[in-house]
């Protein structure tokens, strides 16, 4: 196994497909909203990693999956984590948009 799999032991696209057949689930761009505009994935709603405080009036509901990337995967770690600590239970950083090969709306 390589290093970069020690990292990487899923793929951003076989989340994407989990995420279509979880119900309720939620995909959330965290990047700046310049960024969500250029190309997002579609259903993912942006709430930018400056603006994560803002979270609990956009998603209500602390029960529910939570899918998070950003470019890279490295905001969305810090997301994951600043969720975490609000309360949300069940949290995933699925990664970065540049390793997405799907639809971009």
């Known amino acids: ?7 990487k032991s899923f793929d951003i696209d076989d989340k994407i497909k989990e995420f ?3 119900k309720d ?24 990693l400056s603006e994560i405080d803002q979270a609990e009036n956009i998603i209500t509901n ?16 810090k997301a994951e ?5 609000k309360g949300y239970k069940d949290v995933e950083n699925i990664g970065g948009f540049m390793d997405y090969s799907g639809e971009v709306e």
């Open 20 to 22: 279509e057949k979880t």
């Open 81 to 85: 984590n600043i969720l975490r600590q």
């Open 62 to 77: 602390k029960d529910k999956k939570i899918l998070v990337y950003c470019l890279s995967g490295s905001r969305s770690d």
């Open 25 to 48: 689930a939620v995909l959330l761009d965290v990047r700046e909203k310049d960024e969500y505009e250029k190309g997002h994935i579609p259903q993912a709603i942006n709430i930018p």
């Open 1 to 7: 196994m390589g290093l970069f799999n020690l990292f």
